[in-house]
C-alpha cells in the first residue's frame, strides 16, 4: 500500500488508504444485520446469537468488510478476538485490499492493531491497490507509535510498493516535517531502514527532506 492519501491533490501519488478505509457510514451501519450489527456496535450478545445461527463468519458487505473488518473500524478488540475465535480470517482483505491491521494503522489505534496481530494478523502482508504495508501507510500518516509497534513486530522496513516508495520515502515526502513524522523516520532509520533505497526518479530519502528543509529529518538520514 503505498501511503494513505489525505488531499486529493496527494492521492494519485500516494496509497489512497485514509480515503478507502472509510469506517462504515451511518446509512451502511444501520442496515446491517447479524455479525456486520453486533460487530459495528460491540454487541457480545448479539454476536453469539449470529454464531449460534452458523451465520457467515467471512460475509462481506457492499464495500467488501468483513465482520472482523467492521469491528477494527469501530475498535471492537473483544468482537474482534470473538469473531477469529469463531472461525473468522483474520488475514482478510476488504474490497480495496486492506487488512485489520492496516485499517487499525490508518486509525492511529495501536491496541486494535495489537489486537488485530495477536489474532493471526501479519505485519509482513502486503495490501491495498498499491501493493505496499501497514507500515508504510502509518509511516505516511506519522503514527510513530503504530509503526514502532509494526517495526516490533516483523513489518518489513524496505518493501517497495508498486509507486517506488518505501515507509522511509513516504514518511518524508508525504509527512509534513514535524514532530510525529520525525520521530517515524527516527524509528525507521534506528531499526534499519536502508537510506540508500531512491524513487523511480532516483531521489533518496534524503534528497528528498534537503528539498522540503527538514532540518530534523535531514540530521537522521545523513550518513554517519
Excluded: F
Amino acid at each position: 500500500m503505498a501511503a494513505c492519501c489525505l488531499l486529493a491533490a496527494s492521492a494519485a501519488g500516494a496509497g489512497g488508504a485514509a480515503l478507502a478505509q472509510v469506517p462504515p457510514s451511518p446509512a451502511e451501519a444501520a442496515a446491517y444485520t447479524g455479525l456486520h450489527a453486533a460487530a459495528h456496535h460491540g454487541d457480545m450478545a448479539a454476536l453469539e446469537r449470529a454464531l449460534a445461527q452458523k451465520s457467515g463468519l467471512d460475509l462481506r458487505d457492499g464495500r467488501g468488510r468483513t465482520p472482523l473488518h467492521v469491528a477494527t473500524h469501530a475498535g471492537r478488540r473483544e468482537i474482534m478476538r470473538a469473531l477469529v475465535e469463531a472461525g473468522a480470517d483474520p488475514r482478510a482483505l476488504d474490497g480495496q485490499r486492506y487488512d485489520a491491521i492496516t485499517i487499525a494503522a490508518v486509525k492511529d489505534d495501536v491496541e486494535t492493531m495489537r489486537t488485530a496481530l495477536a489474532i493471526g494478523g501479519d505485519a509482513r502482508a502486503v495490501t491495498s491497490p498499491y501493493d505496499g504495508t501497514a507500515l508504510i501507510a502509518a509511516a505516511h500518516l506519522g503514527h510513530d507509535d503504530v509503526v514502532k509497534a509494526l517495526i516490533a513486530a516483523g513489518a518489513p522496513l524496505d518493501h517497495v510498493n508498486n509507486l517506488g516508495w518505501t515507509a522511509l520515502i513516504e514518511a518524508v515526502i508525504l509527512g509534513d516535517g514535524g514532530p510525529r513524522h520525525v520521530e517515524t523516520v527516527r524509528a525507521l532509520v534506528a531499526a534499519g531502514a536502508r537510506r540508500d533505497l531512491a524513487d523511480r526518479d532516483g531521489t533518496t530519502p534524503l534528497e528528498h527532506a534537503r528539498r522540503r528543509g527538514y532540518a530534523a529529518m535531514v540530521m537522521l538520514l545523513e550518513v554517519r
